[in-house]
């Protein structure tokens, strides 16, 4: 896929679709600095595992809401791996808890907006003036960000609704340099739904899809090395749905 030799920060890097970017980038010789929060075993595993295959990786535990954490995640990539950084991947984001509007108070909007907006604004910033010719951003928005999710998301689907959009002005702001392309998965098996989906609902959703299951953290990496690539070139501002037909946009 033409990335041998590449630089990429992956946010989130440390467990479910995130670690599986990292395994993806790092398979494709690129040399990856993974951010994580609280997923610290996931990133050491991934970064022994890199090694022992011959590649490169470091990880760096970090809040990407923080300013200055994601300073520090940039500075050390640029200084571990040289000057330029190639692929951004931004998989920082959660839904933190279940909340209708009846019982949202404004801590709890403003939290999980900045937890799934405000770092990509963040560390895009930061990231963009290393960024060369032919370079790629994929955030990762979310199948909730097209239909509004589930019960108690509006503030997640809210703010995934933005990463779809600030994707779209971001490919007008850098392009042609950089292309900014974001994923919108629909059911996918990661801890995400192991917490704030029920059985019965995964279930459902899987039964009732074409492809009669839910979708894998493999899947989803497979996509995004895709559109980081330049197999995707003539790709930009797209919000690509990957959630085994539940949702035709």
């Known amino acids: 896929m033409n990335l041998k030799g590449k630089v990429a920060i992956v946010t989130g890097g440390g467990r479910d679709i995130g670690r599986a970017c990292v395994m993806r ?38 809040d990407m809401t923080n300013p200055a954490d994601v300073e520090k995640l940039v500075s050390v990539t640029r200084a571990k791996f040289g000057e330029e950084i190639h692929v951004l991947m931004h998989v920082t984001g959660g ?30 910033k930061a990231v963009e003036p290393y960024m060369p010719e032919g370079s790629a951003i994929v955030p990762m928005a979310s199948q909730a ?19 779809m959009t600030m994707t779209r002005g971001l490919a007008k702001e850098f392009g042609p340099r950089i292309r900014v392309n974001a994923l919108c998965p629909g059911m996918i098996d990661t801890d995400f739904h192991n917490i704030f989906t029920k059985p019965e609902v995964r279930t459902h959703v899987a039964n009732v899809s ?40």
Do not use: W
């Open 25 to 62: 980038l790092a398979e494709e010789g690129v040399k990856v600095a993974i951010n994580y929060h609280s997923s610290s075993e996931g990133a050491a595993s991934a970064v022994k595992e890199i090694e022992a295959a011959g590649g490169e990786a470091f990880a760096l535990q970090g």
């Open 95 to 124: 839904l933190i808890a279940r909340k209708r509007i009846e019982e949202m108070d404004l801590e709890h909007y403003q939290r999980v907006m900045d937890l799934n907006t405000t770092s990509l604004f963040l560390i895009v």
């Open 145 to 163: 960000g097209r239909d509004g999710g589930g019960p108690g998301a509006v503030a997640y689907a809210t703010s995934k609704g933005a990463v």
């Open 210 to 249: 074409p492809v009669k299951r839910e979708g894998t953290s493999e899947d989803t990496a497979n996509l995004a090395v895709f559109l980081a690539s330049d197999q995707s070139a003539f790709m930009t501002g797209a919000c690509v749905d990957i959630n085994g037909g539940m949702l035709f946009s």
